[in-house]
């Protein structure tokens, strides 16, 4: 069964840091671009960062760049987000998310077809 | 990176159609084919509906379907069903691998 899991999430104080997981099985992890994506409460979703299959390409959303970066191990079949200097407003629910399986070994997204549970992060004082 | 503009709730009665509308621009929408939708009940993580032309998961009923003119894409649920009641957000490509959301719609069965 494809399926990805998130883990990481929690309640952090402003300024502070923490690191998210995203679990892969099922697939051929290496093969695929990655994605998180995040939905604070009540709101709508927001695309968060990618990567591409060996780590060398990476993109953000403008208003996490320089505080977020996204990383991968092949070898552990693993997502990760390294969220520093966190503020209120970054607190949401984080997906990590997956293209189509045509998407195999290319340079390609097109859409987010696979989706974790999602993890909670609370950004509090 | 702005959203893409989605009305905040449609609303029918089972057996109608609806339309979802999901506006962007030329930086986006109306520049690449590359729109899809996903559906989101409370609580639960989004799932992936369906892809300009039609793509869908075999489980994902042919009820729904879209399309597209200019910067607007349109989703369209036929046969509304009372477990089409949910959250809907369109996606779109906009360059450099950056994706942008829409605001998402509240979609009733009445």
């Known amino acids: 069964e494809v399926q990805l899991v998130e883990s990481g999430g929690g309640l952090v104080q402003p300024g502070g840091s923490l690191r998210l997981s995203c679990a892969a099985s099922g697939f051929t992890f290496s093969s695929y671009w990655m994605n998180w994506v995040r939905q604070a409460p009540g709101k709508g979703l927001e695309w968060v960062a990618n990567i591409n299959q060996d780590g060398s390409r990476k993109y953000y959303v403008d208003s996490v760049k320089g505080r977020f970066t996204i990383s991968r191990d092949n070898a552990k079949d693993s997502l990760y987000l390294q969220m520093n200097s966190l503020r209120a407003e970054d607190t949401a629910v984080y997906y990590c998310a997956r293209p189509p399986a045509y998407c195999s070994g290319a340079n390609c997204i097109d859409s987010f077809d696979i989706w974790g549970q999602g993890t909670l992060v609370t950004v509090s004082s | ?110």
């Open chain 2, 1 to 110: 990176q702005s959203a893409l503009t989605q009305p905040a709730s449609v609303s029918g009665s089972p057996g109608q159609s609806i339309t979802i509308s999901c506006t962007g621009s030329s930086s986006d929408v109306g520049t690449y084919n590359l729109v899809s939708w996903y559906q989101q009940h409370p609580g639960k993580a989004p799932k992936f509906m369906i892809y300009e032309g039609s793509r869908r998961p075999s489980a994902v009923s042919d009820r729904f379907s879209v399309s597209k003119s200019g910067n607007t894409a349109s989703l369209t649920i036929s046969g509304l069903q009372a477990e089409d009641e949910a959250d809907y957000y369109c996606c779109s490509y906009a360059g450099n691998a950056i994706y942008v959301f829409g605001t998402g719609t509240k979609v009733t069965v009445l």
